[in-house]
């Protein structure tokens, strides 16, 4: 899982949210639902979204965390089939609905957006690619270090539950207390509640063998 407009310009989709007022929401608030018609996507102006799968007995499992900058929900309204995650703010957001009116409208007068949405689809395709491969592969260590690097490359705060975190990687709560206890005895993160802070990115990097220009040319 990855923070998936992290390598693209700042600001690049800011053309989406200039001609439409946003969408206020506040924490808790069911963005989109897995199965329903998808009429727009989303641009995230600021705040914190999660997108989501659940299983028919209830089980979830954590797909992708947005920051401000993002577009998520954008697969399933260009193929034009139901969605299949959920959306849910995880705190108060300022969202811009791009429906298809929005989006042609934005293209024709800046047919290089048609380019950077090209992009941003191929690499959602290879990051989930990427994630079904470390899920099924690589030991849970290595699956939350990977999962806090994609959320917080250089370090600094990252807002998310030991729960979210359990989520996204197929692992269990009591395991990722336990890995992130261990990585906070080594001094590589600091742990809150809710939330923790990358100290020392550089070490989970490493114990993913990799080197921080490994790790862009793998995303």
């Known amino acids: 899982m990855n923070d998936l407009h992290l390598d693209f310009p700042a ?7 200039k001609s439409r007022p946003p969408i206020l929401c506040s924490p808790g608030y069911l963005i989109y639902l897995q199965g329903t ?3 727009c996507f989303y ?3 600021s705040g914190r979204v999660k997108s989501f799968i659940q299983s028919e007995d209830g089980e979830e499992r954590v797909l ?3 920051s401000s900058g993002s577009l998520f929900g954008e697969a399933s309204f ?5 969605r299949v995650s959920s959306a849910v703010a995880l705190s108060p957001c300022q969202l811009v609905p791009i429906d298809r009116e929005l989006v042609t409208q ?3 007068g800046n047919p290089e957006l048609a380019m950077a949405m090209l992009k941003y689809l191929a690499r959602t395709v290879r990051l989930l690619s990427s994630q079904v491969d ?3 592969f690589r030991p849970a260590r290595w699956r939350v270090a990977r999962f806090l690097l994609s959320l917080a490359p250089s370090g600094g705060r990252v807002l998310c539950s030991q729960e979210d975190i359990a989520a996204a990687v197929s692992a269990s709560r009591v395991t990722v207390s336990r890995i992130l206890n261990s990585f906070e005895q080594r001094g590589w993160v600091s742990l809150g509640y809710r939330e923790l802070t990358l100290c020392r ?3 989970l990097r490493e114990l993913c063998g990799d080197d921080p220009e490994n790790t862009k040319k793998r995303l």
Do not use: H, S, V
């Not at 260009?78 to 139901?82: I, K, N, S, Y």
């Open 64 to 66: 992708n965390l947005y």
């Open 201 to 203: 990115p550089e070490a």
């Open 134 to 136: 470390q899920m099924a």
């Open 43 to 45: 641009y995230l102006k």
């Open 11 to 17: 600001g690049l989709w800011e053309p989406f949210a």
């Open 106 to 108: 934005e293209i024709a």
């Open 37 to 39: 018609e998808a009429t």
């Open 78 to 82: 260009f193929d034009e089939l139901p």
